[in-house]
């Protein structure tokens, strides 16, 4: 399982249906993942004010990768 840092840089490689639609866009970790049981919190996916109203999108390590 690979393993991404607060602050690193990833692109998303799958998504699945709650995430459709963001494969190849890139955004910032933001959580990474052990405090919320594996899912990797991304900033960057959606605009700030998205976002800020509805969070921001948490995917597995494997539909991740490094920038």
Do not use: C
């Given at each position: 399982?690979?393993?991404?840092?607060k602050?690193?840089?990833?692109?998303?490689v799958?998504?699945?249906?709650?995430?459709?639609?963001t494969e190849?866009k890139?955004?910032?970790?933001?959580?990474?993942?052990?405090?919320?049981?594996?899912?990797i919190?991304?900033?960057?996916?959606?605009?700030?004010?998205a976002e800020?109203?509805k969070?921001?999108?948490?995917?597995?390590?494997d539909q991740l990768?490094?920038?």
């Open positions: 399982m690979a393993m991404f840092s602050g690193e840089r990833v692109t998303v799958a998504a699945g249906p709650e995430n459709a639609g190849g890139s955004g910032t970790v933001v959580d990474d993942g052990s405090l919320s049981g594996g899912d919190a991304v900033k960057g996916i959606d605009g700030r004010i800020a109203i969070g921001y999108r948490a995917y597995t390590a990768k490094r920038a």
